[in-house]
């Protein structure tokens, strides 16, 4: 059975930081490309960061370059998004997602597997 499970969202105010955890089982996890999307009210599921098998490649958003970072641990089956100078509009439900092949994609479509989510609210 695979499971992805979030940790670590919560409420904070504009300028914090919070660290976003995903745990992972049922998969063989370093053959999987890891993603972070987000979705706000109203709005559609975005892409928000992806790391590559081994951690050598990321990409992400325009709107969190520079202040997101998204790291893997193979060891532990995990993935973290670290979330720096958080904003209002940071506020959505972080959902972490896997998918088989080497490549990054920003389209939720890809991916095969995905976590319930886990809520951050910013405050302003």
């Known amino acids: 059975q695979v499971q992805l499970v979030e940790s670590g969202g919560g409420l904070v105010q504009a300028g914090d930081s919070l660290t976003l955890s995903c745990a992972v089982s049922g998969i063989t996890f370093s053959r999987h490309v890891m993603g972070w999307f987000r979705q706000a009210p109203g709005k559609e599921r975005e892409f928000v960061s992806g790391?590559?098998?081994?951690?050598?490649?990321?990409g992400y958003a325009d709107s969190v370059t520079g202040r997101f970072t998204v790291a893997r641990d193979n060891a532990k089956n995990m993935v973290y998004l670290q979330m720096n100078s958080l904003k209002f509009e940071d506020t959505a439900v972080y959902y972490c997602?896997?998918?088989?092949?080497?490549?990054?994609?920003?389209?939720?479509?890809?991916?095969?597997?995905w976590g319930q989510g886990t809520q951050v609210t910013v405050s302003s």
């Open positions: 997602a896997a998918k088989t092949g080497p490549t990054i994609k920003v389209t939720s479509s890809w991916y095969d597997y």
């Open positions: 790391i590559s098998w081994n951690g050598g490649k990321t």
